[in-house]
């Protein structure tokens, strides 16, 4: 029994040089986890249990158990060396067999993909081509294309302006080109920003800022390449996005187009243009069939300040005057029309237009309607209109109201974004609305060409659909220092770079962080979302697994994210060579995840982790584990003495 009992010893020790062999002969090995050699002693027993006298029967190799310690962490200069800091495996792939593996030595093959040494694939979570992160899984994969170019849509211009500058000594001159320039005397400061068209080609926008005699306004002129952007003939299909005008949004956008001179206002009554939002502007209605729906509007039905419109299909020339005939106020968001020229009126905050029944005159039975529906009675006073109304339009949401008491406006009010259609037949004027006030609106420079669609919204500002507004007015608070844009953001939509996009393209300018303090001009951010065409120029790897591509024009994009897998039980990982593992019952499924997640650890790029193996502990196993086997070895020796002694009896 001893022979055997020593016998077994000598196998244990043997296999425990072996494991510390292999720990020391891996002590370089890259995401290598050291092993541990487990024994059990050897009992013989029965049914009946063991005696108290039994003898063990010596040892054996219980298991071999690997220790997967964090190892230490040591730099390199690829960034695709990654390193797993704390729990996780990174997960392979090699034509659909799937292991894990704590060694992070990658490249990329021929395809673009992300493989190590033995040409197992990296799989990770995959990304469109936007750069987002989808979350399906796969095998991750860098390519070399080149970046696509992106025309600029945005361009931020953040900047103080002297709050003590005065007026420039020459006025500017709109339609400026590269030869002829704008004159330096006539603006104040100007600052220039690059943007780039749909084929990747770079252009410069210059703004130029205009001290206006107003006090706290600014004027603001863009050119392109040298090239004043203000359009001369702009028509954009009818349906076009609306302009935000003032505040409360309303659904149909008023198209108004402007005469070929350029000019916003006509002024042939030798009153002061006025500017749209600011203040009050005259509406004179007529002619309106009353045939108990909406109707359409005819040549030269509308007139605003007292000069008709020459309609075309869709489209009217309005001109605008201080015409001060009018004799009642119609406190209105904006005034708008469907594609077809439906004389509506829309209202919003403060939902209220006042009509003076002077202007009406007396009106038989059915000679008026509101929103569709036929005022039934003579309307020959204040009072009838108020009656009639109340009384036989419920469903309209119009409510009459006459506040100043009898002999005063009657004001006919609706809810938010809701139209008050008014048609009167009986009249030679018609019905006259007058001083339509576009409360909380901004002022229109007088030089504006182009088509712009004139509708409401909750934001302060203009937003022009089609064209671009030239010269745009700057309101800085005297209390705050705060530019307040009357255009807000400024939009030129109809800008066609030579070589570049095959139809306009559009920009919007913000210069809402803007400031005007007492101190010198200075620019305080410049921003755009446009690049050119970019090559791949490198890729890193964060923290949390996402590979990033860097390209020459100095974009990044997120080419996809590197997973990671826990398990339950990773002794229970049955180990394949190559540092790898492989999942099995024992060790439980897969918990794969995104790098600093759950208790997944941290990726750490250009690095590798280093074997746990710690070869000052190995050694001294080592010193042991012989020990052990020169013990066992003597029990042999000593039991073969004895049996000699035996023999040598007789």
């Known amino acids: 029994m001893a022979f055997n009992t020593a016998l077994s010893g000598l196998k244990a020790a043997s296999s425990e040089l072996s494991v510390i062999g292999n720990n020391i002969a891996n002590a370089s090995t890259t995401g290598f986890k050291e092993s541990r050699a487990e024994f059990a002693d050897i009992y013989a027993n029965s049914a009946f249990g063991v005696s108290g006298t039994a003898i063990g029967s010596g040892i054996l190799l219980s298991k071999v158990t690997q220790q997967f310690s964090q190892g230490q962490i040591g730099f390199t200069n690829n960034n695709l060396d990654l390193a797993v800091s704390g729990e996780g495996f990174f997960i392979l792939s090699d034509n659909g067999s799937i292991s894990y593996s704590r060694t992070g030595a990658f490249g990329v093959d021929k395809d673009g993909y992300i493989v190590n040494a033995s040409n197992q694939k990296l799989r990770g979570f995959l990304a469109d081509s936007q750069g987002t992160i989808t979350?399906?899984?796969?095998?991750?994969?860098?390519?070399?294309?080149?970046?696509?170019?992106?025309?600029?849509?945005?361009?931020?211009?953040?900047?103080?302006?002297?709050?003590?500058?005065?007026?420039?000594?020459?006025?500017?001159?709109?339609?400026?080109?590269?030869a002829n320039p704008p004159d330096p005397s006539s603006y104040n400061k100007s600052t220039s920003t690059t943007v780039y068209d749909s084929l990747g080609n770079s252009h410069i926008v210059t703004s130029y800022f205009v001290k206006a005699p107003a006090q706290n306004t600014w004027n603001v002129y863009v050119g392109i390449d040298g090239t004043d952007v203000t359009p001369t003939a702009a028509t954009p299909p009818v349906g076009a996005p609306p302009v935000a005008y003032g505040a409360g949004q309303l659904p149909a956008p008023y198209t108004v187009v402007f005469d070929s001179s350029g000019k916003f206002i006509v002024n042939n009554t030798g009153a002061p243009p006025q500017y749209y939002g600011a203040g009050p502007v005259v509406s004179t209605a007529s002619g309106l069939a009353n045939s108990g729906t909406i109707p359409s509007l005819s040549l030269n039905e509308l007139i605003i300040n007292g000069i008709p419109i020459d309609a075309a299909k869709n489209t009217s020339d309005i001109f605008s005057t201080s015409d001060a005939s009018a004799s009642a106020i119609a406190n209105v968001a904006a005034i708008n029309a469907t594609s077809n020229l439906h004389g509506v009126i829309a209202t919003a905050n403060p939902n209220v237009l006042d009509i003076g029944v002077p202007t009406l005159g007396a009106l038989a039975a059915g000679d008026l309607s509101i929103n569709g529906v036929a005022i039934v009675g003579a309307v020959a006073s204040d009072a009838d209109l108020l009656n009639l109304v109340n009384a036989q339009t419920p469903n309209t949401g119009v409510v009459a109201t006459q506040p100043g008491g009898p002999g005063s406006e009657v004001i006919l009010t609706t809810a938010d974004a809701r139209n008050i259609q008014l048609e009167s037949d009986g009249t030679t004027g018609g019905a006259t609305f007058s001083n339509f006030n576009l409360n909380g609106g901004v002022a229109l420079n007088q030089t504006q060409r182009g088509t712009y669609n004139l509708a409401t919204t909750n934001n302060r500002g203009i937003t022009i659909g089609g064209t671009s507004p030239g010269e745009v007015g700057l309101s800085l608070g005297p209390q705050s220092g705060i530019i307040q844009t009357s255009s807000d953001p400024i939009s030129i939509e109809n800008w066609v770079p030579v070589g570049g996009a095959a139809g306009p393209q559009l920009l919007n300018f913000d210069f809402s962080q803007s400031t005007q303090f007492g101190e010198d001009f200075a620019v305080q951010g410049l921003s755009q979302d446009g690049y050119s065409t970019g090559r791949l120029s490198g890729v890193d790897v964060?923290?949390?697994?996402?590979?990033?591509?860097?390209?020459?024009?100095?974009?990044?994009?997120?080419?996809?994210?590197?997973?990671?897998?826990?398990f339950g039980n990773v002794q229970g990982l049955s180990p394949q060579g190559n540092s790898s593992w492989v999942e099995t019952f024992a060790s439980g499924p897969a918990l794969i995840g995104a790098a600093?997640?759950?208790?997944?650890?941290?990726?750490?790029?250009?690095?590798?982790?280093?074997?746990?193996?710690?070869?000052?502990?190995?050694?001294?196993?080592?010193?042991?584990?012989?020990?052990?086997?020169?013990?066992?070895?003597?029990?042999?020796?000593?039991?073969?003495?004895?049996?000699?002694?035996?023999?040598?009896?007789?």
């Open 135 to 178: 979350g399906a899984q796969g095998d991750l994969q860098i390519t070399n294309a080149s970046l696509s170019p992106r025309a600029t849509g945005n361009v931020s211009i953040d900047v103080n302006l002297d709050s003590s500058t005065k007026p420039p000594a020459s006025p500017f001159q709109t339609g400026f080109t590269p």
């Open 542 to 566: 964060n923290a949390g697994g996402t590979i990033i591509a860097r390209y020459s024009n100095g974009q990044s994009l997120a080419l996809g994210q590197v997973a990671l897998a826990n």
């Open 596 to 650: 600093s997640t759950a208790d997944l650890g941290s990726i750490q790029s250009g690095a590798l982790e280093d074997s746990n193996v710690e070869l000052t502990d190995q050694l001294v196993a080592l010193i042991l584990a012989q020990r052990n086997f020169q013990a066992n070895a003597q029990t042999i020796r000593t039991s073969d003495a004895v049996t000699q002694t035996i023999i040598n009896l007789r």
